[in-house]
C-alpha cells in the first residue's frame, strides 16, 4: 500500500496532504518521541513490515528534528547545529501570527534554511495605540527597527539605578504616604526612553523591555534576535520569558498556544513569600485572562520621558547629541552602591540611534540614494551585543554595487519601494533572483555575493548585521577589488584587452557602494 | 519476541548479553529512549517485521548517536551538538562509580538533559587519607570546590620555573651527587599548595594537575568541568588523561575498564630513548596494576607547602592576603628563560580561593543567609578561564529570590540542609520542582528562572557558573526588576491597583537575593 | 516489493529516481556505518522486511548526513556539528584533483574525522611557470605554505589604498591618455607580494587573494583553511569564491564539475550596468571555458614588486627587517579617505613570513634539529586570525619531545624526509601509529599527546595550527611536566625508586623539544 502511495516527506517543511497519518507532527521534537505518531502509524499499516518499517522512519525522523518543541512564540524555533543549506533563499513573509488584546505578534519561520543558517529569529510586533508591550526578555541581543509609530520604552537592568521619577496614579496615596520617604506622589524606576519611527533599539540578552503605545498610530517593530550571539549559551531555539500575560490566539493552524507567564510556574506560597504580600495579588501576577503580551491598560498610561518636557523643535539634534550626553553625565546619574557595578556600563549606555537622519547619511549620492551605517563607533552598545544595522535608500533604477560581506550575516527587511535582488553562491549558483517589495524578509549569507537595483519607485530597507563592525567588498565602484588588482591580472583572468579591463575598473571611479542608473544600460523586464 | 525480552540496555556502559543481535553498541545511548514507546510499538506490529524494526530503529538510534567510543572515565560522555532539552530537569547523583586503591571516582551521567545543554561534566572524587590522586589533565577547564579534608595539590603548566625545594628521598643521594648542582638532599619542583574544605581551585585545560591527602579524614571534591568552554577545540565529551595509573575497578555493571594512561600508547624503544632511560623504567611507566586513578603511595609523602613550615593560628587571614601575595612577589619567582613567557600570567596566579571566609561575604543578612561570590574580581585565573562560583548558606525558611542568570548556566550541588527549588522555563511551564538535599546536583539553564526555599535545617549549596562575570537578575528585592519598572506598568501588566502593585515593588526593598522568611506567609508542605 | 517501487529520497535535496538499490551516495560516509550490525540484523530479520527496514535505515542514514552537496571545489566538504571520532587517525593524500589549464588542484577529503574535528580543510595548489591563479576568496582564515617555487601574490582588501604603480599595458594608452590622471602608462594597485619556498603567507577570510608564478619551476602551496574559525559564520563546509575561471576537469570520479565564477548567478544586464560597461564585456566576465581556477596568460605578465628592483643579494634580511618595514611607514601608504578605516589594521600589515631562516630558529640543536615558529608575536595578522604555524626539522634518528598542544590542533604535512609518528588518545588508545613522508598529512587533536622519532635521513614538516599562541607541554626535556613534579609523586605514581624518577626527571635536562638521538636506545624496526 504505502509503498505505492507518494512517499512521505523527507524534508519536514513540506507537508504532504496526502499522508494524513504519517505526517510528522510539526512539533515533534526530539527527545520526546511522539506518541500519537507512532501509533496512529501502527494502526495504518497491514500486518507486513511496512508499518513497523514506516514507523521506525518516523521515529528516526522525529530523532533527528529534535527541536520544536510547540509553537509557542517562546519556543517557534528549532534548531540542531548550525546548518547552511543555502541552493535556494527565498524571500519569507511571517507564518505564525498571535492575536493579543492589543496587537499581533507575527514571526518567521525559524526553520527555514536562511533562518538556521544566520542563526537569527525575525519578529514584527504590532502595537495599537494606548496598548501596552508586556514587559519580557530573551534568550539572546536583538536589534529593533520601529517601522511605524511612536512610543515609550523601558529597558530595564539589575542593579541599574532608579532615576526617573514618575507621577505615581491616583488610589496609591496612602500607601505613598505610608512609605514616606518616596514622597508627594511620585514613583521611582529605571530610565524609559521615547522611540519613534527609524530608531534603532539594542535590547540585550536577559533584559526585561517593555513597550507602549503612546502615540495615535500603530507602533510596528520589526525585530531581529541574534540567537548564534555568544552571549546565549542555550542553544539557538529563540526563547521569550513573559512577566506577566499569556495565552494569546494564534492564527494558523494552533487554536490556542500553550503558553504562560514565568511566574505559573511556581507555588503561590513562595511567590507570596518572596514578595511578602497577599496570595490574592500573587493570583493576579499569575492570572492568565487570554489577553496575551500586549494589553489595553485600564487607565491611561503617563509616563514622562524628557522629550516631552522640552521644547521638541530641535529634537533631532538633542537626540543625536547634547541633550542625551548631557543626561548620561548628569550628576543624577551618579549613584553609590548599585549591587552590580554597572552605571557606567550598560546603566547610561545610549540603546537607541535614529537611521533616518538623513545628514548622518554615510554613504549619499544625489543620483543613486544614501546609506546609513549605525555600528559600535556610533552606538556603543552594539560592540557588547556584535549586532549592527544599515538603512538604505536607492534612488529609482538605481543599484546597489555587488559585493559581499566580511563578517556577517544580513537580514534585509524591506520598507518600501520593490527591488531586484540577485545573490550567488560559492559555485556561481544563483540561490536568490526576486523582485522584493515591502515587508519581505531574506538573509544575505556572510560571503554570498549580491547585487540589488532599485525598481521604478525606489527601494527602502533596514538591514540588520551580525557583527558589530561589519565590513563589506564591492565588485564596482571606487573600492572595488577591481581597482585593487594590476590591470593585467583582469586581462589575464578574463581574456579581455587592457581597455576594457580599464573599463572595468575605472567606469564608476567616482561611486561606491550605491550605482547611479547608467544611461546606456539597457533595461530588461525580470520574469 | 524481543517485546519480551529485556530490554535494549540504554544506558551505554552496562551491554546486555541477551541481546546478541540487537545489541547496541556499547555506544549507543544519548537521547532517551523511551520505552513506552518502544513497548507500543513491539505490540502493535507483527513478530515478523518487529526484529528489522527494531534492528533499525536501533541502528538509526545507534547512528544519531555516533559518539560514545569506549567506556572509560576519559570519555564517558558523548554529545553531539549541543541541545537544550529542558523540559524537565531532574536533580540527579551520580550515575558511574570507579573504585581505585585509594579512593573512588564518581560521575555523574553526561548524557542528562541538563548537562549536555550546559556543556558540564561533574564529577565528585573521594581520596582516603595518605593516597594520591595520581597526574592527569583534562580538556576543559574546571573548577573543584573541597567539600571535606585537606591535602596538597600541584598544578603544573610548561615553562613555568621550578620553584619549590622540597626533600628529596633516601636512596637518591649517590644520584644526586652526580647532578650536584641541585645539591643537599633537595628536589625542585613547580609549586605546591595547601588546599582545605571550602577551597575552590580553578585547573586550566591541559594542565596537569595532581593531589595528595595528606590529612586524616578523606578528601572530597566536586568537579565541573566547563566542557562547552571556548578553550576546548575538541567536541563537548569529557576527556582525561592520566599520566600514571589505569584499570580502576567500575561498579554499575562493567567489570573492568578499559582505560590505560597515556604512556600505554607509545613504544618502549622510543619512550626508553625520549627518557634516555633503560627500558624497564619505561615498563613502569606503562605498568597498569589495577590500582586505577588514586594510588597508596608505597612511602609517605611529604612534600612541603608554605603553610606548614609557618604558625598556623592565623592562617584565615595567611590564606586571604599576605602570604599568598608575599609569594607571588618573592625573589624566587623571577626567573629568565623560562620557554612560554608565562611567568607573569599562569605561573604566579592564584588558583585556589576559599569560599567558607564568612566576613568576604558578598551578600550578608542575619535573617536570611549568606552568599561568597567568586568571580575574576577575586579570583583573576577566573576570567582565563570563564568560569566562577558562588558558596551560598540559606538561614531555616530563608528564600533565595526568584531570579535568573542573564550570562551562565549554574550547576549547583548541594552540600548541605535541604530547600524547595523551583524552575520555569520560557512558556511559564515548571521544569523543576524538587527538594534537594545534600549531594543533589542539578543545573538551572542560563535565563531559566529560579526560587529556592529553605528548608527547617538550612541550606548550603556551591554552584559553579559558565561565565567568569556572572550577572543575574532578581524579581524581588531592592535591585528587581519590580523596583525597576514605572507603578503604572505594573498596574496595568497584572490588572492590579497602585497599592498591590506597591507592595510588589516595595515590601523587600531592604533585601536583595537572600530574603527572609516572612511571618505572614503561610508554609504548605510540598508533596 | 518496496525495492521496486519509487525510493522515498535519499538524500532529501537532490531527488533521486533511478536508486539501484540501497547505495548511500558516495558522500555519505561521515558516520562510520557500521556494516556488520547491518548484516546481523538483516539475517535476522525474515526477507519481507528487510528491504524495507534497509530502505528506511539508509534514509535515516542519509538524513543524518544532511550535508554533501555535490563535490566541486567549492563545497567539497560535508559537515554538521563539530565531532570528534578520533579512534584512529590515519596519514591521508588527497582524494580530489582538479586540472586547471594551469596546474592543479588537490583537496584531501573533508570528510576525514581528522578534519571533521579540527575543522580544516587541506589544499594543494600546483602553479605552473607563468601561470596565474585567479582571484578568489574563502569562507574562513587561511594559511599557505610554499612548498616550492617563487611567485607573485596579492591580497586585496576594500578600502586599503591603491599604493603600487605597475606598468600598464600597450595597445591601452588611448585609454589611459584619457583618463590622464593615471597618466603616463602606469597603473596603480594594491600592493603584491614577491612568494618563495619557505615562505608562509596568511590570508584573511573574505579577502580576494590571486597568485602568479614567475618563476621558472612549478609553484607548490600547502593550504589549511581554519573553517571552525570564528570569523567564519556560516557552517564548517569550505566555500570558495572565484573572481573568474571556472569548470575544471576533476579526476577522482567526477567527470565535470558543476562550478563557476560568481558573476553567472548574475544577469548580464545588471552587471552591464553596475560596471557602467557594454554587455561584451559582462560576457567575459563570466565566460566559462574549461580553463578552470589556474589559466596561461596571452601575454606575460609583469607586476613589479620591490624586491625585484632592489639587490637581491641581502634578500633575507630585507625581508626580515627593514625594507618591509621602511615600506610600512613610508609616506606613500598614507592616504586621507579610505573607506574602512583600515589602512592602520589590515593595510600595512605583513602578511608573509619566511620560516626557512636558519638564524630565526626558535629552538636549535646541532643533534636534534631544529624549529621555527610563527606566532602572532612574529607575524601579527595571526593574531588577528588566529592560527599560526611552526616549520620543522628532525635531524636523522632525532625524537621530538612526546607532549601535548593545550591550545590548538595541528595540521602536519611532510615536507621531506619520513619519521615514525605515534599519537595517543584519553585512555591510553593508540589512534596513530605511522611512518609518514614526504606529502602526509595528518591532525594532532588539541590535548592528544604525540611523539616522533625521524628516520635516517631524517624529517621535515610544517604544522599548521588553530591557535595565535600555541602552547605544548613536553614530556621529556627541561621543560617537562616530570621536571615541575615533586620527586615523590613520581616515584609513588610509577612505584619507582627516587634514582629512577631522577632518571626521567633530569637525563634530558639540557634539551628541550628536539631530543638528540640516544647512543643507549634499541632502534626497532617499525613493522
Redesign the interface.
Known sequence: MH??SP??L??YKIPNPNLPTFTPQPSSA????S?PN??SS??M?P???????????L???N??H??A??K?Y??TGLT??????L?RIQASQPTHRIESEGGTTEIWDQKEDQFQ???VAVIRTTIRPDS?Y??E???APRLAFIERGRGIL?I?????P?T?H?E?????K???EE?GE?GRGQ?L??K?QRIRRGDLVAI?????H?C?NDGDEELVAVTVVDL?NQ?????Q?L????????QGRSEGGVSRI??????????D???????????E?IR??K?D?GRGFI?N???R???MVPEEQEKETHFEEQRRGRSSRSRRFSPSWSREGA??G?EETFCTMKMRHNMETRRESDVFSRQAGRLNLVNMNKLPILGWIDMSAERGNLLPNA?Y??H??????RVVYVTGGDA?V??????????FDERVSQGSVFVI???F?T?A?AGNNGFEWVSFK?SSQP??????GY???F???????I??????????????K???EHQ?FL?S??R?????P?A
Open positions: 509503498a505505492n512517499h512521505p523527507l524534508h526530539v527527545l520526546h518521541l506518541y507512532l501509533i501502527n494502526n499499516a500486518k507486513s513490515s511496512v508499518a513497523g518499517a514506516l514507523a521506525l522512519f521515529l528516526c525522523f530523532l533527528l529534535h527541536a518543541h510547540g509557542g517562546a519556543t540542531s547545529a548550525q546548518q547552511c543549506h541552493d543558517c544566520a542563526g501596552l508586556l514587559p526578555f530573551m534568550n523601558g530595564t537592568y539589575p542593579g541599574c532608579e526617573y514618575s505615581g496614579q491616583a488610589g496609591s496612602g500607601r505613598r512609605a518616596r514613583d524606576h529605571q524609559v540585550p540578552e536577559g533584559a526585561v517593555w507602549h548564534n552571549a546565549n549559551q542555550l542553544d531555539r526563547r521569550a520569558f513573559f512577566l506577566a500575560g499569556g500553550n503558553f504562560h507567564n514565568i511566574f505559573a510556574a511556581f507555588d506560597d513562595i511567590l507570596a513569600e518572596a514578595y511578602d504580600v497577599p496570595s495579588i493576579n501576577l492570572r485572562d494589553v491598560p485600564q487607565r498610561i503617563k509616563v549591587d552590580n554597572l543599484l554595487s555587488p559581499w560581506s566580511m563578517t556577517d550575516h531586484h540577485q545573490i550567488s553562491g560559492p559555485k556561481g549558483q544563483n540561490v549569507p556572510q560571503f555575493v547585487v537595483r551580525t565590513m563589506q567588498s564591492p565588485l564596482a573600492t572595488s577589488v581597482r585593487a588588482l594590476p590591470l593585467q591580472i586581462t589575464n583572468a578574463y581574456q579581455i584587452s587592457s581597455r576594457e579591463a580599464e573599463e572595468l575605472y567606469n564608476r561606491t550605482l542608473p547608467s546606456k544600460s539597457i533595461r530588461m525580470v
